[in-house]
Protein backbone atom coordinates (compact mmCIF):
# COMPACT_ATOMS: atom_id res chain seq x y z
CA UNK A 1 0.00 0.00 0.00
CA UNK A 2 1.39 3.33 -1.09
CA UNK A 3 2.38 6.06 1.63
CA UNK A 4 0.39 9.19 1.62
CA UNK A 5 2.28 11.66 -0.48
CA UNK A 6 2.29 14.37 2.43
CA UNK A 7 3.49 11.67 4.96
CA UNK A 8 6.15 9.96 2.58
CA UNK A 9 7.42 13.64 2.12
CA UNK A 10 7.46 14.41 5.97
CA UNK A 11 9.04 10.99 6.57
CA UNK A 12 11.89 11.86 3.98
CA UNK A 13 12.66 15.48 5.34
CA UNK A 14 12.62 14.82 8.95
CA UNK A 15 15.11 11.89 8.11
CA UNK A 16 16.97 14.47 5.90
CA UNK A 17 16.84 16.85 9.09
CA UNK A 18 18.02 14.29 11.64
CA UNK A 19 20.99 13.06 9.63
CA UNK A 20 22.12 17.04 8.37
CA UNK A 21 22.24 17.53 12.06
CA UNK A 22 24.25 14.60 13.43
CA UNK A 23 26.65 16.13 10.19
CA UNK A 24 26.89 19.47 11.53
CA UNK A 25 27.56 17.80 15.20
CA UNK A 26 30.11 15.63 13.88
CA UNK A 27 31.48 18.58 12.84
CA UNK A 28 31.14 20.41 16.12
CA UNK A 29 33.22 17.04 17.57
CA UNK A 30 36.30 18.09 15.46
CA UNK A 31 36.64 20.95 16.44
CA UNK A 32 36.13 19.73 20.01
CA UNK A 33 32.84 21.89 21.33
CA UNK A 34 31.00 21.63 23.89
CA UNK A 35 27.53 19.48 24.16
CA UNK A 36 26.07 23.70 23.37
CA UNK A 37 27.74 23.86 20.24
CA UNK A 38 26.92 20.48 19.25
CA UNK A 39 23.32 21.58 19.38
CA UNK A 40 23.98 24.82 17.89
CA UNK A 41 25.88 23.28 14.62
CA UNK A 42 23.63 20.95 14.59
CA UNK A 43 20.76 22.43 14.64
CA UNK A 44 21.68 25.10 12.21
CA UNK A 45 22.84 22.39 9.86
CA UNK A 46 19.86 20.35 9.98
CA UNK A 47 17.60 23.61 9.56
CA UNK A 48 19.34 25.44 7.53
CA UNK A 49 18.75 24.83 3.89
CA UNK A 50 14.59 24.26 4.65
CA UNK A 51 14.59 27.46 6.26
CA UNK A 52 16.41 29.46 2.95
CA UNK A 53 13.81 27.62 0.55
CA UNK A 54 11.12 28.68 2.81
CA UNK A 55 12.47 32.32 2.57
CA UNK A 56 12.56 32.46 -0.68
CA UNK A 57 9.22 30.68 -1.28
CA UNK A 58 7.43 33.07 0.67
CA UNK A 59 5.92 29.80 3.25
CA UNK A 60 5.94 31.83 6.05
CA UNK A 61 6.58 31.28 9.01
CA UNK A 62 9.53 28.74 8.06
CA UNK A 63 8.53 25.06 8.73
CA UNK A 64 10.22 24.53 12.23
CA UNK A 65 8.48 28.13 13.73
CA UNK A 66 5.34 26.86 12.12
CA UNK A 67 6.11 22.55 13.41
CA UNK A 68 8.88 22.35 16.73
CA UNK A 69 9.23 18.95 15.96
CA UNK A 70 11.74 19.99 13.47
CA UNK A 71 13.68 21.64 16.04
CA UNK A 72 12.90 18.79 18.24
CA UNK A 73 14.65 16.12 16.20
CA UNK A 74 17.77 17.97 14.89
CA UNK A 75 18.40 19.02 19.19
CA UNK A 76 18.11 15.20 19.59
CA UNK A 77 20.34 14.07 16.89
CA UNK A 78 23.03 16.51 18.07
CA UNK A 79 22.64 14.92 21.69
CA UNK A 80 22.91 11.57 20.70
CA UNK A 81 26.24 12.54 18.32
CA UNK A 82 27.75 14.58 21.35
CA UNK A 83 27.88 11.27 23.18
CA UNK A 84 28.70 8.58 20.20
CA UNK A 85 31.28 10.74 18.33
CA UNK A 86 34.37 9.98 20.67
CA UNK A 87 33.60 6.00 19.96
CA UNK A 88 33.74 6.51 16.21
CA UNK A 89 37.23 5.91 14.06
CA UNK A 90 37.22 8.32 11.75
CA UNK A 91 34.67 11.47 12.93
CA UNK A 92 35.52 12.90 8.94
CA UNK A 93 34.90 9.64 7.18
CA UNK A 94 31.59 9.40 9.19
CA UNK A 95 30.28 13.32 8.59
CA UNK A 96 31.17 12.82 4.77
CA UNK A 97 28.89 9.76 4.48
CA UNK A 98 26.09 11.79 6.68
CA UNK A 99 26.21 14.59 4.46
CA UNK A 100 26.36 12.49 1.39
CA UNK A 101 22.64 10.82 2.64
CA UNK A 102 21.57 14.34 3.95
CA UNK A 103 22.03 16.07 0.69
CA UNK A 104 20.15 12.75 -1.58
CA UNK A 105 17.07 13.45 1.15
CA UNK A 106 16.80 17.22 0.82
CA UNK A 107 17.29 17.62 -2.96
CA UNK A 108 14.39 15.30 -3.59
CA UNK A 109 12.37 16.98 -0.46
CA UNK A 110 13.18 20.20 -1.76
CA UNK A 111 12.24 19.36 -5.34
CA UNK A 112 9.01 17.79 -4.35
CA UNK A 113 8.09 20.94 -2.02
CA UNK A 114 8.65 23.48 -4.72
CA UNK A 115 6.35 21.58 -7.23
CA UNK A 116 3.76 21.51 -4.55
CA UNK A 117 4.06 25.31 -3.64
CA UNK A 118 2.89 25.93 -7.66
CA UNK A 119 6.97 26.33 -8.71
CA UNK A 120 7.59 25.92 -12.66
CA UNK A 121 9.75 22.73 -12.74
CA UNK A 122 13.15 24.68 -12.87
CA UNK A 123 12.57 26.39 -9.76
CA UNK A 124 11.35 23.26 -8.04
CA UNK A 125 15.20 22.13 -8.77
CA UNK A 126 16.46 24.91 -7.54
CA UNK A 127 14.63 24.86 -4.04
CA UNK A 128 15.97 21.02 -4.20
CA UNK A 129 19.45 22.56 -4.77
CA UNK A 130 19.06 24.89 -2.44
CA UNK A 131 17.39 23.08 0.27
CA UNK A 132 20.27 20.27 -0.14
CA UNK A 133 23.05 22.91 0.09
CA UNK A 134 22.52 25.40 2.24
CA UNK A 135 22.58 23.31 6.14
CA UNK A 136 26.25 22.19 4.99
CA UNK A 137 27.30 25.36 3.89
CA UNK A 138 26.30 26.58 7.33
CA UNK A 139 28.10 24.18 8.82
CA UNK A 140 31.20 24.69 7.15
CA UNK A 141 31.29 28.43 7.95
CA UNK A 142 30.65 28.13 11.44
CA UNK A 143 32.98 25.38 12.28
CA UNK A 144 35.59 27.30 10.14
CA UNK A 145 36.23 23.93 8.22
CA UNK A 146 36.36 24.12 4.36
CA UNK A 147 33.65 23.95 2.38
CA UNK A 148 32.39 20.36 1.38
CA UNK A 149 31.04 22.42 -1.54
CA UNK A 150 34.58 23.19 -3.02
CA UNK A 151 35.22 19.60 -3.24
CA UNK A 152 36.85 18.53 -6.67
CA UNK A 153 34.92 15.31 -6.40
CA UNK A 154 30.90 15.29 -7.45
CA UNK A 155 28.94 17.27 -5.04
CA UNK A 156 26.53 19.78 -6.92
CA UNK A 157 26.15 17.17 -9.66
CA UNK A 158 24.68 14.94 -7.49
CA UNK A 159 21.63 16.74 -5.97
CA UNK A 160 21.11 17.70 -9.75
CA UNK A 161 20.78 14.54 -10.71
CA UNK A 162 18.58 13.39 -7.91
CA UNK A 163 16.48 16.59 -8.34
CA UNK A 164 16.10 16.12 -12.46
CA UNK A 165 15.80 12.15 -11.01
CA UNK A 166 12.90 12.96 -9.14
CA UNK A 167 10.95 15.72 -11.30
CA UNK A 168 10.89 13.15 -14.41
CA UNK A 169 9.96 10.26 -12.65
CA UNK A 170 7.05 12.28 -11.06
CA UNK A 171 6.19 13.65 -14.45
CA UNK A 172 5.78 10.02 -15.17
CA UNK A 173 3.54 9.59 -12.08
CA UNK A 174 4.88 6.41 -11.21
CA UNK A 175 3.11 4.30 -8.28
CA UNK A 176 4.24 3.94 -4.85
CA UNK A 177 6.61 7.11 -4.27
CA UNK A 178 9.11 6.10 -6.86
CA UNK A 179 9.97 9.28 -7.54
CA UNK A 180 11.11 10.27 -4.20
CA UNK A 181 12.76 7.07 -3.83
CA UNK A 182 14.50 6.58 -7.46
CA UNK A 183 15.70 10.76 -6.99
CA UNK A 184 17.12 9.67 -3.30
CA UNK A 185 19.25 7.10 -4.72
CA UNK A 186 20.51 8.67 -7.95
CA UNK A 187 21.87 11.25 -5.98
CA UNK A 188 22.81 9.34 -3.06
CA UNK A 189 24.88 6.51 -5.04
CA UNK A 190 26.53 9.25 -7.42
CA UNK A 191 28.02 11.22 -4.04
CA UNK A 192 29.13 7.31 -2.79
CA UNK A 193 30.83 7.09 -6.06
CA UNK A 194 32.39 10.20 -5.69
CA UNK A 195 33.12 9.26 -2.14
CA UNK A 196 34.90 5.84 -2.98
CA UNK A 197 36.36 6.46 -6.28
CA UNK A 198 37.11 10.19 -6.36
CA UNK A 199 34.88 11.41 -9.26
CA UNK A 200 34.79 13.92 -10.73
CA UNK A 201 33.55 16.67 -13.66
CA UNK A 202 36.13 17.45 -16.29
CA UNK A 203 37.51 21.16 -15.57
CA UNK A 204 39.37 23.01 -17.72
CA UNK A 205 40.80 25.19 -14.83
CA UNK A 206 42.70 22.58 -13.18
Excluded at 13 to 21: I, P, Q, R, T
Excluded at 78 to 102: C, E, H, N, Q
Excluded at 115 to 126: D, E, N, W
Excluded at 129 to 142: C, E, K, P, Q
Amino acid sequence: MAFDITAAVNIMGLSAVAVFAISGALDAARQKMDILGFLLIGTVTGLGGGTVRDLLLGKLPVLWIREPVWIIVCLTASAITYFIAPKLASRTRALLWMDAVGIALFAVVGTEIGLKFGTSPLIAVCMGVMTASFGGIARDLLCGSNLTLMNEELYITTMLAGSVTYLTLNWLQLPNNYDLIGGFLVAFILRALAIMFKVKLPNIYR
